[in-house]
């Protein structure tokens, strides 16, 4: 069903055509590892075409455009996730944002959904660090093809060599570097481009002030400029060689393998290749399987799924933002899309609304874009949408919760309101909504990847729904996902309790890691299996 204004034919191999040249991706990394900085150094490489949303800024960096809560504006801090969409070497480049400071959150993960590649970014002086393994276990879990990235080569850090054993132990994939860092951290000259042999030289510029001028020399001026340092990063690139550790396209979109840079994103080096690596090797918009795993060819027409929603946008209205991942054909402005789970007619004339102030109407989107619609408030996280032939995604995740808090209402006679909040927040993927006999329907659990998702919960019943809470913080920090035979068992175990979640899962809470291991101990064959993502 499609009722395009300009329904100019978009003949299926202009469809392939535009998907072949769209890369999605986001970063992936810990907080203060520089995504700000490299995001913005990125852009500064190549011509920005559109913002859906906000990256988020800081300190005199720009600021976010997306700053619709009050507490957003009060923290200077992004909730919502948001994509970034320039242009390069004429390929479409779509960086789609992982919130992911105070404001982690299951949207974090979420947005994962909605690309096909991470780059995951990380501090060199710290290594991999807890929120960036977090976000890894998503993309491994979905194969996401990963491009390490390794930042603040400019000032101290650890040993390169050293790096490589860490990403090699702790994510099992095998790091390919594909520039080698001439000189140690700190000290840095530049890279050694391993595919040509080339010095690519560092020249400081003005943190953030433009784009570094590259200057390539061949191996023997390279040699007879840096000496010492030079010769080393030769070895040391001839023992990642005999330790095959070599780019392999096939190991890297299979998710077994990594290529490596190095560079410093606030100085603007090694950025450019970085872009280069996201063009020449990243995986295109391809066909995406639908939920029996049949992949929907780019050609056929449109189809998308919705991977965050965001609300409250204009406390007057309600109103509801739904960013959509574009997997099949061309989404013109103004056409009629079925809403897979209802089977209704959903009208996207207000797509233009979608982008920073700076943006002109998004009037086509191709697969691999991110679209955001306005006045969605019959979309949820994971729907469907499609014109001609029905389409259904498969559902997106919800995560392990780590943070876990008793709600009640503050005002009895106001308990309809409460548990219609409850059911929405819950049915919108908000947050988790736990319940048991025990704690009764007054007193529900919500569980959530990050706390920030407990504020914006509370900050909806109460604005939205009319129904002032309270939310009491419990000592859990870990859930296992358990089976009927063993809730008995589990529930007279001191410190744990068992709850069941809305999509029937059964989840047992602990306190910690200790106490969960205790309980392992204690009963042999118990079923507590980790919940790093759930389907
Ligand atoms: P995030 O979004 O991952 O949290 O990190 P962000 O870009 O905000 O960077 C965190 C800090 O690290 C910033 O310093 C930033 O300037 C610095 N940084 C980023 N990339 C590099 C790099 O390649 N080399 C060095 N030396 N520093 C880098 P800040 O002092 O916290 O903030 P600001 O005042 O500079 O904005």
């Known amino acids: 069903m499609t009722a395009a204004p300009n329904s100019a034919p978009f003949p299926p191999a202009r469809i392939r055509a535009q998907a072949d040249r769209r890369r999605t991706f986001a970063v992936i990394s810990h907080p203060d590892a520089g995504k700000s900085t490299l995001t913005e150094a990125l852009a500064l490489h190549a011509r920005v075409i559109g913002q859906a949303g906000a990256v988020h800024g800081k300190g005199n960096r720009r600021a976010t455009v997306s700053d619709w809560m009050q507490m957003e504006k009060d923290r200077g801090i992004s909730i919502s996730s948001a994509a970034l969409q320039f242009e390069y070497r004429d390929t479409v480049i779509n960086l789609v944002d992982t919130p992911g400071h105070a404001d982690f959150s299951e949207d974090t993960y979420r947005v994962l959904s909605a690309v096909d590649a991470a780059v995951m970014l990380i501090d060199a002086a710290k290594g991999l660090e807890a929120q960036t393994m977090k976000l890894f276990e998503v993309c491994r879990h979905r194969d996401i093809p990963i491009i390490t990235f390794i930042n603040k080569w400019d000032r101290p850090g650890q040993e390169a ?6 990403i090699t132990e702790r994510t099992g994939l095998r790091p390919a570097p594909l520039t080698w860092p001439v000189g140690i951290a700190g000290e840095f000259h530049g890279v050694l481009e391993r595919a040509s042999g080339d010095f690519i030289r560092f020249t400081r510029t003005d943190a953030g002030a433009g784009i570094a001028q590259e ?3 061949d191996a023997d001026a390279a040699a007879a400029m840096i000496g010492g340092d030079w010769d080393t990063a030769l070895e040391e690139a001839e023992l990642l060689e005999l330790e095959g550790q070599e780019h392999d396209q096939d190991a890297f979109l299979a998710a077994r393998s990594t290529p490596v840079m190095f560079g410093s994103a606030v100085l603007n080096f090694g950025v450019h290749q970085l872009l280069d690596a996201l063009v020449d090797i990243a995986p295109a918009a391809g066909p995406r399987p639908d939920q029996d795993g049949n992949p929907r060819p780019v050609e056929e027409p449109f189809s998308g799924f919705v991977f965050k929603v965001q609300a409250g946008m204009d406390a007057n209205h309600r109103d509801r933002l739904a960013y959509i991942r574009v997997c099949s054909g061309v989404f013109e402005r103004g056409m009629v899309v079925t809403h897979a789970t209802t089977g209704k007619p959903f ?12 943006r002109e109407v998004v009037d086509t989107a191709f697969p691999g874009d991110i679209v955001g619609l306005v006045n969605a408030s ?8 499609y014109v001609d032939r029905k389409v259904v995604f498969p559902r997106i995740p919800t995560f392990s919760p780590e943070h876990f808090k008793v709600i009640r209402a503050k005002d009895s006679s106001k308990y309809k309101q409460f548990r219609r909040g409850i059911e929405q ?15 009764g329907d007054q007193a529900p659990v919500l569980a959530a990847v990050g706390p920030m998702q407990f504020e914006v919960a509370e900050d909806r ?15 859990f920090s870990l859930a296992r996902r358990t089976t009927p035979e063993w809730v008995s068992v589990l529930s007279r175990e001191r410190g744990v309790e068992v709850l069941s979640r809305s999509d029937g899962a059964l989840l047992a809470l602990f306190p910690d890691r200790w106490r ?18 759930s389907a």
């Open 161 to 166: 060599l050293a790096l490589l054993d860490e």
């Open 215 to 217: 200057e390539r020399l």
């Open 347 to 358: 009208a996207t004339k207000y797509a233009q609304q979608v982008f920073g102030r700076d």
């Open 378 to 385: 019959a979309l949820r996280v994971g729907d469907s949408l």
């Open 425 to 439: 927040l819950d049915h919108e993927g908000v947050i988790q909504v736990l319940r048991s006999d025990l704690r």
């Open 461 to 475: 019943m109460v604005n939205e729904f009319n129904a002032p809470c309270t939310l009491e913080q419990l000592n």
């Open 516 to 533: 969960l291991a205790g309980v392992e101990r204690e009963h042999e064959g118990i079923v507590l299996e980790p919940l790093v993502v």
